[in-house]
């Protein structure tokens, strides 16, 4: 167990510049302390894939993420044979009179196995166990759900090939949902869960004083207090913390030391994504 107490996981944590409610600070020692999955829900842009990151720094560790969308299957997610290699090495075979069960035997080795990042995650040789970030498991299709479930019960995956490979050391995983559709519940069951809201006003000052230790007080202060109360509106997408710690990248960009009207019309895009969005806040402001 790499920390002795949820009070040494926080400093580590903070360390590293992430600012951790005791709430999350649990939930992942926990996850750390029984080696069980650790699951995030939460709106895009408040810290889940973060988290991933920060821990593999923590724990000085390799990272390996793999990146969900729809469609993704074993061949993009775990392995996949690497066929123009294999038939260029069959060809030099054949030239050099090999029969054909010697080329079988070359051609189906380790040397020609591409390995996706759940295959990379169980045949990590290093001495530590690697960060394995499944990321926005939402995107995905629920088949590759009902895969990951069995492959998260025993860690080893099956090459017809080569055999059963099963994992060393196994990772320490992170999986993230932005809930745009509910993950089964028998995968649930084997993670630590925690859903990540948006922070607080003090704990985003914090966040924003902390990524960006050059801004000024006041200026974080109205950064902050201003993208709370759009999170107050009634938008299609809310501004996540990703989104303050940027616009307060670009005040900074353009030497603002305050915020007024002009310099919010010109940034709200920094903030927004939806042009609906831009125009309801635009049209707000124009109104006052």
């Known amino acids: 167990m790499p920390y002795e107490s949820i009070e040494s996981l926080e400093h580590a944590l903070h360390h ?20 069980k999955p650790l699951f995030l829900e939460g709106e895009p ?9 920060v821990l593999a720094r923590a724990l000085d560790t390799r990272l390996i993420r793999l990146q969900c969308y729809e469609g993704l299957d074993v061949s993009a997610a775990v392995y996949e044979w690497n066929y ?17 069960d010697t080329a079988r035997q070359n051609i ?3 040397e020609f196995l591409l390995k996706r990042p759940l295959l990379q995650a169980i ?23 009902s895969f990951l479930l ?9 090459v017809p090939e080569l055999g059963t490979l099963t994992a060393t050391h196994p990772p320490v995983v992170v999986i993230t949902s932005n809930r745009t559709r509910e993950i089964h519940d028998a995968l649930k069951r084997r993670c630590i869960y925690h859903w990540i809201d948006f922070p607080t006003f003090d704990k985003e000052l914090h966040i924003v004083q902390t990524k960006i230790p050059n801004i000024s007080d006041a200026l974080a202060q109205q950064i902050v207090n201003y993208v709370q109360n759009l999170r107050q509106q009634d938008l299609y997408k809310l501004p996540g913390v990703a989104e303050t710690l940027d616009w307060a990248k670009t005040l900074l960009a353009l030497k603002q030391n305050k915020l007024d009207d002009a310099i919010i019309r010109d940034t709200l895009g920094v903030l927004l994504k939806y042009q609906d969005d831009l ?7 124009n109104e006052r």
């Open 150 to 158: 069995e492959l998260l019960s025993d860690w080893q995956v099956t």
């Open 45 to 53: 842009g408040v810290g889940k894939t973060e988290i991933a990151k």
């Open 123 to 145: 045949e990590n040789h290093a001495d530590r166990a690697p960060v394995l970030l499944i990321d926005e498991l939402d995107r995905a299709d629920e088949e590759f759900e």
């Open 108 to 110: 189906f080795s380790e």
């Open 279 to 285: 125009e309801k806040i635009r049209e707000t402001r």
């Open 16 to 35: 590293e510049n992430y600012i951790a409610d005791r709430g999350l600070a649990t939930a992942i020692f926990i996850a750390l302390t029984l080696q």
């Open 84 to 100: 123009p290699r294999q038939i260029l090495e069959i060809r030099l075979l054949e030239a050099e009179g090999a029969s054909r």
